[in-house]
């Protein structure tokens, strides 16, 4: 079943740098994801740094002796933290930074490529760092003393509104951005959930067809057991008939889920049938692509034989029959498929398969 997701759609923001036009409605806003240049991703409140500074001078580090150097701060505006550094001889970056982190609350050090690192645990213009000019530790370390260091909002945050000119059955829904972007070349690439009418990837049926592809346009691919497991799952829990082009193709599994229990385990007898019947037909399938058409099938792929198709009725739900499937390869693999199936009581009419209970087992 297609989830009518559309995935990192790119658009240019209008010329007003704040607002940006979906090609589809977006049917859940909590499924909105929006990045900037491909790079940020931009929650609807908006992408914040801490306040930050790298010192310049490499690690390890040595202190004078018989004085304490001091690292003074004040985070946030707040009141003077002290973090004192006993006299030693080529301390390692790491014991600093933990040292720091031990004494000084609001900020994080780190290390990077032997460098300290600082930077505040807040976020955005309100997060700040001073470095007292009373730090004789700093100039040890690369950084500037005197100095304040703060926090940039990087993105403002964005709003859903609605554009009142559109149809009200399929509203188009407008990412506004609080504040203008820093460029007009800038773009943004947005992930969302559309209505089923406007999906592009089902064109509207409900219903998509399994083709996927990377970054570089080329089609993903699935071979060996993964290719058997899906194949088998495909066609034994797809309704027979509902391919106008292969009208073979399928069971009658979800029809017999409709019909009423009984004593002598009808249904039952029914899905095990119909699963023999459509493994026999694709083992037919495979070995035509083989011998007649000349495609390449690997031993991984092949369905060679159908061991054994067993129902268990659920200790938890009478209702729930697992269905358990072992298909050999022609590499002498047992393949296991598990899934649950959701029948009706005997007054039912009508049933559906659990999804939720599905599994799929590899065992060799």
């Given at each position: 079943m297609c989830p009518h997701a559309v995935t990192e759609e790119a658009l240019f923001v209008s010329s007003d740098r704040m607002t940006v036009r979906p090609l589809r409605p977006i049917s859940a806003g909590v499924?909105?994801?929006?990045?900037?240049?491909?790079?940020?991703?931009?929650?609807?409140?908006?992408?914040?740094?801490?306040?930050?500074?790298?010192?310049m001078r490499r690690?390890?580090?040595?202190?004078?002796?018989?004085?304490?150097?001091?690292?003074?701060?004040?985070?946030?505006?707040?009141?003077?933290?002290?973090?004192?550094?006993?006299?030693?001889?080529?301390?390692?970056t790491k014991q600093v930074a933990d040292l720091l982190n031990q004494q000084l609350t609001g900020m994080v050090f780190s290390v990077v490529n032997e460098h300290l690192t600082f930077e505040s645990r807040d976020t955005g213009r309100q997060a700040s760092i001073f470095l007292k000019p009373t730090s004789t530790a700093a100039?040890?370390?690369?950084?500037?003393s005197n100095q304040e260091y703060r926090g940039q909002q990087l993105v403002s945050?964005?709003?859903?509104?609605?554009?009142?000119t559109t149809l009200e059955d399929r509203p188009t829904r407008l990412i506004v951005f609080d504040a203008p972007l820093r460029s007009a070349s800038d773009f943004v690439e947005i992930s969302y959930v559309t209505?089923?009418?406007?999906?592009?990837?089902?064109?509207?049926?409900?219903?998509?067809?399994?083709?996927?592809?990377?970054?570089?346009?080329?089609?993903?691919?699935?071979?060996?057991e993964g290719l058997l497991i899906q194949e088998l799952q495909k066609d034994i829990y797809t309704l027979r008939g509902s391919n106008p082009f292969h009208l073979w193709y399928g069971t009658e599994i979800i029809e017999a889920i409709g019909k009423k229990l009984t004593a002598g385990g009808f249904v039952q007898n029914l899905?095990?049938?119909?699963?023999?019947?459509?493994?026999?037909?694709?083992?037919?399938?495979?070995?035509?692509?083989e011998n007649d058409v000349g495609q390449f099938v690997s031993?991984?792929?092949?369905?060679?034989?159908?061991?054994?198709?067993?129902?268990?009725?659920?200790t938890q739900d009478p209702t729930v029959i697992f269905v358990e499937v072992t298909v050999q390869n022609r590499s002498n693999s047992p393949i296991q498929l598990t899934r649950g199936l959701k029948l009706p009581q005997a007054l039912a009419l009508s049933g559906t398969i659990r999804q939720s209970l599905s599994s799929t087992v590899l065992s060799g």
């Open positions: 499924s909105v994801k929006v990045y900037l240049n491909h790079a940020i991703e931009v929650p609807s409140f908006g992408t914040a740094i801490p306040a930050r500074a790298t010192g690690g390890p580090f040595s202190f004078s002796t018989g004085v304490n150097d001091t690292l003074e701060v004040s985070v946030n505006q707040g009141a003077t933290q002290t973090a004192v550094i006993p006299s030693s001889n080529k301390i390692p100039s040890l370390f690369g950084f500037f945050g964005w709003t859903l509104v609605s554009d009142p209505l089923r009418e406007e999906c592009r990837r089902c064109g509207g049926t409900g219903v998509e067809n399994d083709w996927r592809y990377d970054r570089n346009g080329k089609v993903i691919e699935i071979r060996d899905v095990v049938s119909d699963i023999y019947q459509a493994f026999n037909r694709w083992q037919s399938i495979k070995r035509q692509q031993d991984s792929e092949y369905p060679f034989r159908l061991l054994s198709v067993n129902l268990q009725q659920s």
